[in-house]
């Protein structure tokens, strides 16, 4: 695992459960809003040093009394050759384990449904399918993103799908095309984008007219509850 950094609690990753984070290096999209640019480009990230699997694993022995969960985020986990291996190690000593991923390779997500390893799955969804190659190499296949929403709405315990709200991959008639492509979905986080942080595209959060006001990220909110059961912005 080519592992970005660590961090050692977090009470509001993972719901209801009190986690350590896991990020992972490397990604495949480039969004210009991203919080995490030094794990896109290649340095590193992170809190503490932990940054080595040894390390990680002996500092997850040690804490099993105090930690319920583990958080494998990025980056892209799913690129990472590696990843079910891990996540069964985890697993294998008893803790729960979200996985964050842009659903970019969902025959990894297949394979990762085949075994009881992830308890919760958070898919980033970047805007509607035709608009994908903004934030995507010219060869990606956006039915990709499709086909790891059916998997993850068919077999994944719990999941939420989330959108950072960004100009322009957001916009009500975008939101109303993504709510068609997650109709009945359990769950739908809308994020308000900070601009208080360093980010891919630091010419981006320079530009006020990429970000919505609270009024606005109420009314996406309200549109999107018309397609799935829950809908929050956070
Ligand atoms: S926001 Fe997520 S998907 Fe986008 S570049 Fe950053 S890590 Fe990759």
Known sequence: MKIGGFQKNSLIDFPKTIA?????????????????????????YGTCNLKDEAGIFEF??????????????????????????????????????????????????ERIFQEPLIDFISMDIKTRLIDYPL????????????????????????????????????????????????KGAKSYILQKCSRNVTVLDPGFIKKDLNFFSDKEMLEFKNIIGKYVVTSMVR
């Open 60 to 109: 997850l022995e040690k804490r099993k009394q105090f930690l319920e969960g583990v958080v494998i985020t990025g980056g892209e986990p799913t690129l990472q050759a590696d990843l079910i291996p891990f996540l069964r190690k985890i697993k294998g000593m008893g803790y729960k384990l979200k996985l964050d991923s842009n659903g970019s390779r969902p025959e990894v997500l």
């Open 135 to 182: 934030v995507v190499p010219e060869k990606f296949d956006v039915s990709n993103i499709r086909d790891s929403i059916r998997l993850i709405m068919e077999k994944a315990l719990a999941y939420e799908f989330r959108t950072t709200c960004v100009r322009p991959f957001i916009s009500v008639e975008i939101l109303n095309d993504i709510g068609c492509m997650v």
């Open 20 to 44: 350590c984070i896991v990020f992972t290096q490397g990604c495949n999209f480039f969004c210009p809003y991203c919080h995490n640019p030094d794990l896109v480009a290649g340095s590193t």
